[in-house]
């Protein structure tokens, strides 16, 4: 189980798809204000990217942080980014992992 990402079903506290899950209200007027992140927000976005969600499509959900915030949170909150990290990184596809070797290779035969 990853840091911060819902824990398994137990016999006192059922399942619930992250999706479904509740999420703090949020301010989402324009204006400057100190941070909305919060703990439980945090678990959400990860438990949905766990379960194979885009942060474009969490983003999209009227109840959640922009794009921008969601990634703003990975440098502000240390919290955030422990949790983030590894559920991003475990759910990388395999071409983007392929990419570091993709440009070295175009570049070898741009040389050659």
């Given at each position: 189980?990853?840091?911060?990402v819902?824990?398994p079903?137990?016999?006192?506290?059922?399942?619930i798809?992250?999706?479904?899950q509740?999420?703090p209200?949020?301010?989402?007027?324009g204006?400057?204000?100190?941070?909305?992140?919060?703990?439980?927000?945090?678990?959400v976005i990860c438990?949905?990217?766990?379960a194979g969600?885009?942060?474009r499509?969490i983003?999209a959900d009227?109840?959640?942080?922009?794009?921008a915030?969601?990634f703003?949170?990975?440098?502000?909150?240390?919290?955030?980014?422990?949790?983030?990290?590894p559920?991003?990184r475990l759910?990388?596809?395999?071409?983007?992992l392929?990419?570091?070797?993709?440009?070295?290779?175009?570049?070898?035969v741009?040389?050659?």
């Amino acid at each position: 189980m990853l840091p911060g990402v819902s824990s398994p079903p137990s016999l006192d506290r059922p399942w619930i798809p992250p999706r479904q899950q509740a999420v703090p209200q949020m301010d989402h007027t324009g204006g400057a204000k100190a941070s909305q992140y919060r703990r439980e927000i945090g678990k959400v976005i990860c438990a949905r990217i766990d379960a194979g969600e885009t942060i474009r499509s969490i983003a999209a959900d009227p109840a959640m942080p922009s794009y921008a915030t969601i990634f703003r949170w990975t440098k502000v909150s240390p919290e955030f980014a422990a949790m983030y990290g590894p559920v991003r990184r475990l759910h990388l596809g395999p071409c983007m992992l392929m990419r570091p070797m993709f440009s070295l290779s175009v570049a070898a035969v741009a040389r050659w």
